[in-house]
């Protein structure tokens, strides 16, 4: 009996524990390389997590957001970043508070070990708009209904935006507000940016009427501009800029009369 265990044994394959294997380091809106104090990014790679999900209320403690889920953790130039969502290939986190600038290494820690550092480029901001499928903005109307081309979704209604009509946007990594809120915190209360925005919207310049973080969230902003009044029907490119830096080329918004 004690022979015949053993070979059965014998057949049984071991568990085989990989350490994490970090392949890309993006802002998570715009997927473009360049990533911010306080921006939402996304670490690709393999091995990452035993386990797939987001942050539960429970891991957000006294409005603290949590530096692990599920003992995954990373640190973006040696400071622990908050972890949003984990999976095997994929983690979403906020980045840290830092001073720095220029390329910093990224981390990923877990049960099986430690990751080889991969780069990324830290600057005070990275301007990036969230974006429905086909490149157009993640944007409201203000009764809080979706801003898009019709039939975008099955299941949810979207409609384009009217000229003259004012609309938010939903991005990150624009770096700290006024009064500063701690990275790494919930926002108690809107809080604005302390400089101008810019915005454009096909090619006219559209005004900015509020530009801050959102109530409630962590690394989340809101703009709400005005659209141009002479703006056309059809899909217009919009970007916004802040601090000098542009947001991504070729994302678009729905205008129609």
Known sequence: MKLQFLCLAALIPMAVCATPVVTG???????APAIAPG???AIAGSDLSQTTRIWAAADIVNGQLPTS?????????????????????LIDALAPDSANSGN??????NNDGVSQPATAQLAPVSPALFLWPGQHVVAQHLDFSDVGPPGLFSSVTTTPAQPGETIALYGTGFGSTYPPVPVGEVVPGATPLPGPMRAIVGNSQASVTFAGL????AGLYQINLVV???APDGDLPISVSYDGVSSQDGVLLTVAH
């Open 104 to 109: 910093v290494a990224v981390i990923v820690t």
């Open 69 to 89: 889920l599920d003992n995954v953790s990373v640190t973006v130039d040696g400071k622990p970043a908050f972890i949003y969502y984990i999976s095997s290939t």
């Open 39 to 41: 921006c939402w990014i």
């Open 228 to 230: 141009p009044g002479n």
């Open 214 to 217: 959102v109530a409630g969230t």
């Open 25 to 31: 380091v993006a802002n998570a809106a715009s997927f």
